[in-house]
């Protein structure tokens, strides 16, 4: 049996200009956090000849045309199975389309345990090339490339998605101090709402695809504020970095309808009077994860919760997707 872990991430800055109608025109910046938050990928041999799946739903094929999980029937397909047999599970710390980059992170750690599973090798980077050609490429979701290779090379780092599609990685030099300060500070409470990334993202890039002005703008300015957050950090003012977000947040909101609602803004409202310095929704917006940066952390926590939303505590991975059994 193999099993692989993939971590999630939370985006610090830059989010939404990774997405390719974006960056091959103007070149995107993000910076990304992995979280010790997985999803895990099992893979191994069954006694039967077939594919097994179980992930929300349990499948049973004689050939990989036949999978429905459109992620891994692409995957597979990779592998040439002449006689598949097969069995993969997954699960999850957190589920699905809670802004926290879950498919990235599944696709990453599919492709790893399987390349393991079949003795092969895959670098971070190559992992995190195949997982973004499969989900943009092959499936044509409207997603960016952030979730994919925060996922695969894990920690504090900063990408710079290219106008040719070549992606720069670096590891955020950022001191230990900051670390354990943004551990000890940022805060994340769950909406208990879910959404889809490709149904708030396909308005971006409609409207970018187009040159849509004003969403040509609000872009650059958020490029702008991920090189100002990286400048932050790497000074270690992180209550800048705090003010930064809620900057974000603001600019962030004026991209689509969609991106809030009443209660989160009901909410965000609340943790900012609550010892909150800034936040954001995690991911593509509409519900999932807020992230705060808080000045008062246990204040922030106790009104928060008051009102019903879980603190989910984390600290970053440094390892990103790799094989742990």
């Excluded at 696709?107 to 195949?130: F, G, N, Q, R």
């Excluded at 997982?131 to 695969?152: F, S, T, V």
């Excluded at 002005?213 to 003012?237: C, D, Y």
């Amino acid at each position: 049996m193999i099993i692989a872990r993939s971590p999630l991430r939370v985006s610090l800055g830059g989010g939404g200009t990774d997405v390719p109608s974006y960056y091959e025109k103007y070149e995107g910046y993000v910076i990304s956090g992995a979280i010790d938050k997985y999803v895990y990928v099992t893979v191994t041999r069954p006694f039967f000849q077939g594919i097994f799946l179980k992930y929300s739903e349990i499948e049973k094929s004689k050939e990989v045309s036949e999978v429905r999980h459109p992620i891994i029937r692409e995957v597979l397909s990779k592998l040439n199975l002449s006689t598949p047999q097969i069995e993969i599970t997954t699960l999850t710390d957190i589920p699905a389309g809670t802004g926290l980059g879950s498919s990235g992170s599944f696709t990453t750690a599919l492709i790893k345990s399987l390349y393991v599973h079949y003795k092969k090798h895959i670098s971070p980077k190559d992992l995190a090339e195949l997982a973004c050609k499969i989900e943009i490429d092959e499936l044509k979701e409207p997603i960016g490339k952030q979730d994919q290779y925060i996922a695969a090379f894990g920690g504090i780092t900063e990408f710079i998605f290219h106008k040719d599609g070549s992606v720069t990685s670096n590891p955020l030099s950022i001191t230990t101090k900051t670390i354990h300060n943004l551990e000890d500070n940022l805060v994340l409470f769950f909406t208990g709402t879910t959404r889809s990334a490709s149904s708030i993202l396909k308005d971006q890039v409609d409207k970018s695809n187009l040159y849509d002005q004003k969403m040509l703008e609000n872009l650059h300015h958020t490029k702008e504020l991920g090189l100002r957050s990286k400048n932050a950090l790497v000074n270690g003012e992180v209550y800048k970095f705090g003010e930064i977000m809620h900057e974000h947040w603001e600019h962030k909101k004026s991209r689509s309808t969609g991106m809030s609602n009443s209660f989160i803004d009901k909410v965000y409202n609340l943790a900012l009077k609550s010892g909150a310095v800034g936040g954001k929704l995690v991911g593509a917006g509409g519900g999932g994860f807020l992230l705060f940066y808080a000045n008062d952390k246990e204040k922030l926590c106790s009104e928060i919760t008051k009102i019903g939303l879980e603190e989910v505590r984390f600290k970053f991975d440094f390892e990103g997707t790799k094989v742990i059994l």
